[in-house]
């Protein structure tokens, strides 16, 4: 009797706990957001919380399946110091969202193509429905006019959200305030909760490795993009976009709630209203593929070019002078010259030791025979243009002083070496140092940390970044096999793709595929190999050829960590290629992106132990349309590459045509 008293006594405090904090939806505040193609829908509201404070929320599901569980938004704010100094009484709410009143909405929908200066497309389309949410927080009669001064604590805050058939973005607006308040920003009450079961690859800094981890017992943060994936078949990546005045984000398991990532900040950020933060981003597909043939929405998520004359934005192939010496250099321009390659680049060291502030970054060290202006005459006479490695310690004390310079020397861009990110500061001043190298028409290359938020969008000057674990760590082919679905999703990564050096843990015609599948409007070839390297080895043809920008790009086939295909078209040309993991595969590509009633060669590179080089590369050429499916073993570690060219008739005479189910 006395345990079932107790039984009956334990059901009634849980009842009681429930109703003490008990959520209403509060109706007026439910909105929901439908993307143009009908798939993804967003549901936005307000909860009140036992009647004393609201919380807003949203849901996500894609083709109706659940993505999104109910999860907070909102920003975290501390202004009542600020509020003190301007004389205006304190807000009392612990949570700064707490007590925020909907006033409204408004919804637009928006349609347009854009042709951006270089990209992995030469037309993309931005389409999608917005809605907005206005909140008023406090109460106009609060305070009072005070001899100019307005002292009525109030706030607006806008919640936006876009829905894309490509993704869905959100973002926090804080219209102007009258008052005179800054913004003192501690983080984001921003919430991803998924369903049960979701793996992510959990990355912990920008040029780290991956793991597949559930959403329990992180040791840390992971990197942005994250992707993973849902019990539900679906795979979703999780983004930010233009990040340029702000905190970066991260992702870190929630503390209370389970399968719920919090978008955690890297430090808090002071601003002055109008503000808006920056965008967050959800791709979501049936197929994996599908995200990298949607990651054009980072950049429709940024402001339209504000370069004007945009002539001297040169994309291109760039090999690195591994000898800091003047003979290496002009051996390295001899090299490009013949191998179609566009740039040369002279690495850290140049200038003096690179970690030291007192390095000057105006001359060449003594210990160097650089003479710069004549390395760069002699270039141009080749038509290479020449970049050069800056460390940020040089740049924060002589980037005004260093532009000028450059440009009379007859550099064409920097790449810009160890930069802080992260917080707001130095965010800012990465994102104004971009600007003013496009006053001196200079090409950036950032290094180290820093990833992408759409900003070459922007500014196109920017023309790639690393953040990426990339051959500097020679990471193995799984790991290079994730790359697509996740880093990549950003934008543009420097990953410094090699082919002679003997620490590659990867096949050469993988080496070799990763200038097609990897996207680097300034692609580094050749990175710790010297032009005698080179010894008439066919198929480096393809790095000859191979294009860094793109008309057209098409996600063929592969999923995370197992193997990816990606055919990229320039002109009437197409290049494709194929990188596999550390399994041995079968591997099918079909060519029906290739257009119909037309011949192409298929110039095509893959491993073979029997070929008689150094780097085991068979080259074959066949005739093919878009009705063949090419038949490919991969080796473990292994890949492909082909390059695609409209056949003429004394090609189709020279060549035989690809004959059904053959193997390569």
């Not at 509060?26 to 404070?53: A, D």
């Not at 790991?479 to 003997?502: E, S, W």
């Amino acid at each position: 009797m006395m345990k079932r008293i107790n039984l009956l006594g334990c059901f009634l405090y849980a009842i009681f706990s429930l109703n003490l904090h008990a959520q209403t939806i509060v109706e007026s505040t439910r909105s929901s957001l439908v993307s143009p193609n009908g798939k993804y829908k967003f549901e936005v509201y307000q909860k009140e919380i036992s009647g004393k404070s609201r919380q807003l929320y949203y849901t996500l599901t894609y083709n109706g399946k659940a993505v999104i569980e109910e999860s907070e938004l909102g920003v975290l704010i501390k202004n009542q110091l600020f509020e003190s100094a301007l004389g205006i009484p304190n807000d009392t709410a612990k949570i700064w969202g707490a007590n925020l009143s909907f006033t409204g909405k408004k919804t637009h929908t928006f349609n347009e193509t854009w042709k951006p200066i270089y990209g992995e497309r030469s037309i993309i389309r931005n389409h999608y429905n917005e809605l907005t949410l206005n909140f008023l927080k406090g109460e106009e009669k609060t305070g009072g006019i005070d001899e100019g001064y307005d002292k009525r604590r109030f706030y607006m805050m806008d919640f936006i959200v876009r829905a894309y058939d490509e993704g869905v973005a959100f973002r926090y607006f804080f219209p102007e305030a009258t008052n005179g308040l800054f913004l003192h920003i501690t983080g984001e009450q921003t919430q991803f909760t998924f369903p049960e079961k979701t793996m992510a690859y959990y990355e912990r800094w920008a040029q780290g490795p991956y793991e597949l981890q559930s959403l329990k017992n992180w040791k840390d943060e992971s990197e942005r993009p994250l992707t993973l994936k849902l019990k539900n078949g679906l795979t979703v990546a999780l983004a930010e976009a233009e990040m340029i005045d702000y905190s970066r984000m991260k992702f870190r398991l929630d503390e209370t709630k389970q399968n719920t990532l919090q978008a955690s900040l890297y430090s808090s950020v002071d601003v002055i209203t109008p503000y808006t933060t920056p965008w967050r981003v959800i791709m979501v597909a049936e197929k994996a593929t599908e995200l990298i043939e949607n990651n054009d929405i980072i950049l429709n998520l940024n402001p339209a070019n504000k370069i004007k004359n945009t002539s001297w934005i040169k994309p291109g192939k760039v090999i690195r002078v591994a000898k800091l010496t003047q003979e290496d250099a002009i051996k390295c321009i001899d090299f490009a010259a013949e191998r179609g390659l566009q740039y040369i680049h002279i690495d850290a060291g140049w200038y003096g030791p690179e970690m030291k502030m007192e390095s000057d970054a105006t001359s060449v060290a003594e210990n160097r025979n650089f003479d710069i202006p004549a390395l760069t005459a002699y270039a141009a006479k080749k038509g290479i243009g020449l970049l050069v490695y800056v460390n940020q310690r040089a740049l924060v004390q002589q980037l005004d002083e260093l532009l000028p310079l450059y440009k009379k020397w007859g550099i064409k861009g920097i790449k810009f070496g160890f930069v802080q990110i992260g917080n707001q500061h130095w965010s800012t001043w990465l994102h104004d140092a971009i600007k003013k190298c496009a006053q001196y028409e200079m090409l950036v290359d950032i290094h180290d940390e820093y990833r992408p938020t759409g900003f070459s969008r922007t500014y196109p000057n920017l023309m790639t970044q690393e953040g990426v674990r990339g051959n500097e760590e020679m990471p193995d082919a799984i790991h290079n096999t994730i790359l697509p679905f996740t880093r990549f999703l950003a934008g543009a990564a420097d990953y410094t793709i090699c082919y002679y050096n003997n620490r590659i843990k990867t096949t050469h015609a993988h080496q070799l595929a990763m200038a097609a599948v990897y996207y680097s409007p300034l692609q580094f070839l050749y990175w710790y190999d010297h032009p005698s390297a080179y010894q008439g080895e066919p198929e480096i043809e393809f790095f000859d050829k191979v294009k860094t920008v793109w008309d057209d790009t098409k996600a063929v086939a592969g999923d995370v960590g197992e193997y990816v295909t990606i055919a990229r078209r320039s002109g009437n040309d197409w290049f494709l290629g194929s990188l596999n993991n550390n399994d041995a595969r079968n591997v099918t590509t079909p060519l029906t992106f290739l257009e119909a009633g037309k011949k192409y060669v298929a110039h095509i590179y893959t491993d073979d132990e029997n070929i008689n080089t150094r780097t085991k590369v068979k080259v074959t050429r066949l005739i093919v349309d878009k009705t063949v499916q090419l038949q490919f073993t991969l080796k473990a570690s292994g890949g492909s590459a082909i390059h695609l060219v409209p056949a003429t008739k004394k090609d189709q005479k020279s060549y035989r045509s690809y004959k059904r189910n053959t193997v390569l």
